[in-house]
C-alpha cells in the first residue's frame, strides 16, 4: 500500500466502483419498498366484496382514489377490464365460487346467498358460503361426495402439482365438513380436505349473542368502589373526578362456553380542569376487575372508549371459541345525564379441525375476529338503540367499516408473512359491498326515510343523501387502502410495479333499489300452497322450489302436478308488474321480472331424471323456477310493519312495500352496474385494456401465471395478460356472454 498513487486508483478503479455503488443502489430502491426477505408469493388474488369498475374509474378521475396507490397503481402498470360479467345469479357466494373455480353457477352448483338442497327436507335452507362446490350425489336418493363434481376450487389442482395455496377469509376456504342440513346423522357430501388449503383462515361468524345499544343516564351510575379505583390506578389511569359505575348486562351463554359474564362500565374524568367532566368510558368484566396488562393476544383487558375516537375491542376470557366484542360511546354528556353506548355482536373465528393451527396463529399474532360492519345498526334493527339518532347510528357502522377491513387486511398480510413461498394467496375484503347495500341513495324513487312513503323525488332528505355519498367513497377508500397495504408489503420494482402478480376482482357490481318485494306472499296471493311450493330468495334473485315426490325427502306433490305449477309459476312471475306511476316512471315495459328459467324436463314424465335436469343456468340444486327482477326491485328490505310504497293499492302493498336499505345486486350479470372490477400487475402481467372479460377467466388465468393446466372442469379461458402471451390474439377479451339476457316465457 505504500506504493499506492490516488491518480492510478481515480484512473483505472473509481469508474469500477462508482457502478457497483450505483447497483447497490438500484437494489436497495426495490428491497427498501419490499418485505423482510426475498421470498414472496407468487400470485395474490383480492377480492373486493362489490367493487363496480364504473365506480372505481369515477373516484379515480375525481382524485377520491388516487392513480398511484391502490387500485390507481394496478390500472397505471398492469391490465383492467372495461366490463367483467359475473356469474348468475350476481351474488356474493355465488360469484366467489364462479371466481374460485372457474366455473358457472350451474356447474358450482353454489346457486346463491341462500337456497335449498334437494336432498333436505322442504323447509330447510343451506348458506352458499357453506355449500359443496361441484355438487354432489344421490345414489338411491342418500346424499354422498361426488366421485365425479362438476366443478372444484383452483385450490384442488394446484395443491395436486404441488403448489402452495393460502387463502385468508376467502369463501370456500373453510376447512369444513359440509353436511345436508335438516337429516339426521347427517352424512358429508363435501369433506374438510376439499376446503382446505396449506393456510387456511375460514371467515368468521357470530356467538349467538347480537349487537346491542344501551342509553343511559346519572342515575345509572353510582360511585365506584374503592377497590375499583385501586385496579384504575394499578392500571396507570389517572382521573380528577370520582369514579363512576354502572352495571351494563350480564351474558350467560356464548358459543362455545365461557361466562358468565357481567360487564360493568366505568366513567372516567381524565382532564386537569377542576371541574367534573368525565370524557372515558371503561368496559370490563366484574368477574375479572380491572386488570393492569400488558396483555397477550387475543386478549385484550379493559375497553377504554372515549367520544369521538372510535370504539376498542374487548376479548371475553375463558371462552374456547375465542369471542371477542367491541364497545362504542356515540354520545356522552360530561355529567353522565345522557350516555348512549354500544356493544357489537360477539364474534370468532370458526374452530373447525382441519384449520386449527392457521387460526390459533391468527388469534394469537392478529387478535380475535373483529365484528363487521353490522346492518342491523343503520337499519335500527338493533335492539336498545331508539334514542340513538341516525348520525350516532352511521358512526358506529362507519367505525366498524374501518376497524373490520383493517382486520382482515392484518389477517391477509400474516397469512402472506407465515408463507412467503406460497404460489397463490386468496384475499377477501368485505368492503365496499356492506356500505353499498346500505348507503347507495342516488334514485329518486328512495324514501329517505324508509318509515314515511312521502320522503321520495322532490322531498327526498338531500343532507342525507349527500352524508350517505360520503360513506360509499369512504368505503372504497378502505377498500382501496387494503390493497396499497398489501402492495406495500410484497414491495414494488423502481417503476412501481408490484413484486408479486396482484390480481384484484370484484365478486359484482352493484346498483340502487327502491321498493322491497316479498315474493312468497305474492305467491300465496296467486293461490301456491307453502307445503307445495316455496320460494327462497337472496338479493333479487328467487329459487321456486316444488314438493317433489321421490326427490324431496316426504315430497307431496306428483310429476303431473310439478308440470302445472312449474307452468302457474312461470306465469304468475311474468304476470307481475309495476302499475304504480310514481315508481314505473311511464317505462313501456313494466314486468317486474327479468330472468325466468324454468328446470329442464324430459319428453317422457317416468324417466328417472325427471325432476333433476339441468342446463347452463340451472343447476343441480337451483329451484325448480329460478328468476331475478329488473334493477330496482330486491326481495330483502320489507319492514315490519309493512311501510306502503306512495300511490299503492291495498292489494298491491301485500307485496310490494318502501324498504329500509338502498343499494343491491343479484341482477342479470351481463348489465354494466353488475360488472365485477379486473386489475392485474406484477413482474409477470403486461399493460393494457381489456374490454370484456368473465369471472370464470380469473381462475384458469392464475393456473396460467403458476404453469398448471386448469381442471377439467373449468369453463374460463386464460386471458391474455401475461408478458409471454402478450401479442397474441385471444377471444376472450372481447367475448360476450350469451344467453344471460333470457326472456320471461
Not at 599 to 620: A, H, K, V, W, Y
Not at 653 to 673: A, C, D, R, W
Request: with cysteine; charged share 15%.
Amino acid at each position: 500500500m505504500g506504493n499506492f498513487q490516488r491518480p492510478y486508483f481515480l484512473k483505472h478503479f473509481f469508474p469500477l466502483v462508482l457502478a457497483v455503488c450505483f447497483l447497490v443502489i438500484a437494489v436497495h430502491s426495490v428491497t427498501a419498498q419490499s418485505s423482510p426477505g426475498s421470498a414472496r408469493p407468487k400470485v395474490i388474488l383480492i377480492s373486493l366484496d362489490g367493487a363496480q369498475p364504473d365506480i372505481i374509474n369515477q373516484y379515480l378521475d375525481k382524485g377520491i382514489l388516487k392513480q398511484n396507490k391502490g387500485l390507481g397503481l394496478l390500472k397505471t402498470h398492469g391490465v383492467y377490464a372495461k366490463q367483467n360479467i359475473t356469474c348468475n345469479p350476481s351474488l356474493t357466494a355465488a360469484c366467489h365460487t364462479t371466481i374460485g373455480s372457474g366455473s358457472n353457477t350451474s356447474r358450482t352448483d353454489v346457486v346463491s346467498n341462500t337456497f335449498h338442497l334437494t336432498a333436505s327436507p322442504f323447509v330447510t335452507t343451506i348458506s352458499g358460503f357453506s355449500a359443496p362446490i361441484g355438487g354432489y350425489s344421490r345414489n338411491n336418493n342418500v346424499p354422498a361426495p361426488s366421485d365425479n363434481p362438476t366443478a372444484e376450487p383452483i385450490w384442488v389442482e394446484l395443491q395436486k402439482n404441488g403448489k402452495k395455496v393460502v387463502t385468508a377469509t376467502f369463501p370456500g376456504g373453510d376447512g369444513l365438513n359440509v353436511t345436508v342440513p335438516g337429516l339426521t346423522n347427517s352424512p358429508i357430501i363435501q369433506p374438510a380436505a376439499e376446503r382446505t388449503v396449506n393456510y387456511t383462515v375460514p371467515f368468521g361468524a357470530t356467538a349467538n349473542v347480537f349487537e346491542q345499544g344501551f342509553s343511559l343516564s346519572s342515575s345509572n351510575f353510582t360511585d365506584a368502589s374503592d377497590g375499583l379505583v385501586k385496579q384504575l390506578q394499578a392500571a396507570g389511569k389517572q382521573f380528577y373526578a370520582p369514579v363512576k359505575v354502572a352495571n351494563l348486562e350480564t351474558i350467560s351463554q356464548v358459543t362455545g362456553g365461557g361466562g358468565p359474564y357481567n360487564i360493568q362500565v366505568a366513567a372516567l374524568d381524565t382532564a386537569n380542569d377542576s371541574k367534573a367532566n368525565y370524557d372515558t368510558l371503561v368496559f370490563f368484566d366484574a368477574n375479572q376487575g380491572i386488570q393492569p396488562g400488558p396483555f397477550k393476544l387475543p386478549s385484550t383487558g379493559p375497553a377504554y372508549v372515549t367520544v369521538g375516537r372510535g370504539s376498542q375491542p374487548f376479548f371475553f376470557e375463558g371462552t374456547s371459541n375465542k369471542v371477542g366484542a367491541r364497545f362504542y360511546v356515540t354520545l356522552l354528556a360530561p355529567d353522565l345525564s345522557v350516555v348512549h353506548v354500544a356493544r357489537s355482536s360477539l364474534t370468532y373465528i370458526p374452530r373447525n379441525t382441519a384449520v386449527l393451527a392457521s387460526v390459533d396463529d391468527i388469534n394469537n399474532n392478529v387478535g380475535f375476529w373483529q365484528p363487521q360492519a353490522d346492518y342491523y345498526f343503520v337499519e335500527r334493527l338493533a335492539k336498545g338503540i331508539d334514542n340513538f339518532s341516525d348520525e350516532e347510528l352511521e358512526s358506529i357502522y362507519s367505525d366498524q367499516v374501518q376497524n373490520f377491513v383493517a382486520y382482515q387486511t392484518k389477517v391477509a398480510l400474516r397469512a402472506i408473512s407465515q408463507n412467503p413461498n406460497a404460489d397463490l394467496v386468496m384475499v377477501y375484503i368485505e368492503q365496499p359491498d356492506g356500505s353499498e347495500h346500505q348507503f347507495l341513495l342516488n334514485d329518486p324513487r328512495q324514501a329517505t326515510n324508509p318509515t314515511d312513503p312521502n320522503t321520495i323525488g322532490d322531498n327526498q332528505d338531500k343532507a342525507k343523501v349527500a352524508r350517505y355519498q360520503k360513506y360509499v367513497q369512504t368505503a372504497y377508500q378502505v377498500a382501496d387502502k387494503a390493497v396499497q397495504r398489501i402492495i406495500d408489503f410484497v414491495g414494488t420494482d423502481r417503476h412501481g410495479k408490484p413484486l408479486s402478480n396482484i390480481i384484484v376482482v370484484s365478486d359484482h357490481g352493484f346498483t340502487t333499489f327502491h321498493t322491497a318485494v316479498n315474493l312468497n306472499a305474492y305467491l300465496s296471493s296467486k293461490g301456491f300452497d307453502p307445503n307445495q311450493v316455496r320460494a327462497i330468495t337472496s338479493g333479487p334473485a328467487a329459487h321456486i322450489y316444488i314438493n317433489l315426490q321421490g326427490r324431496e325427502p316426504n315430497g307431496t306433490v306428483t310429476r303431473q302436478q310439478y308440470i302445472t305449477l312449474q307452468q302457474q309459476i312461470v306465469q304468475a312471475l311474468k304476470d307481475l308488474e309495476e302499475t304504480n306511476p310514481n315508481y314505473n316512471l311511464g317505462e313501456n315495459n313494466t314486468q317486474i321480472f327479468d330472468q325466468v328459467y324454468a328446470r329442464p324436463l324430459p319428453d317422457d314424465i317416468n324417466d328417472s331424471t325427471f325432476g333433476s335436469g339441468t342446463n347452463d343456468i340451472i343447476g343441480q340444486d337451483s329451484g325448480d323456477v329460478f328468476a331475478t327482477m329488473k334493477e330496482g326491485y330486491n326481495f330483502d328490505g320489507t319492514q315490519n310493519p309493512v311501510v306502503t310504497r306512495l300511490g299503492d293499492d291495498s292489494a298491491t302493498s301485500k307485496f310490494l312495500s318502501v324498504s329500509n336499505f338502498y343499494g343491491s345486486h343479484g341482477y342479470n350479470p351481463i348489465t354494466q352496474e353488475m360488472s365485477a372490477s379486473f386489475f392485474a400487475a406484477g413482474p409477470d402481467i403486461r399493460k393494457g385494456t381489456l374490454e370484456q372479460i368473465r369471472n370464470i377467466d380469473v381462475a384458469p388465468t392464475i393456473d396460467q401465471l403458476l404453469g398448471v393446466q386448469p381442471a377439467s372442469t373449468v369453463q374460463g379461458t386464460a386471458l391474455n395478460i401475461t408478458l409471454k402471451s402478450s401479442g397474441k390474439k385471444t377471444a376472450q377479451n372481447t367475448h360476450v356472454q350469451h344467453g344471460d339476457r333470457a326472456e320471461v316465457y
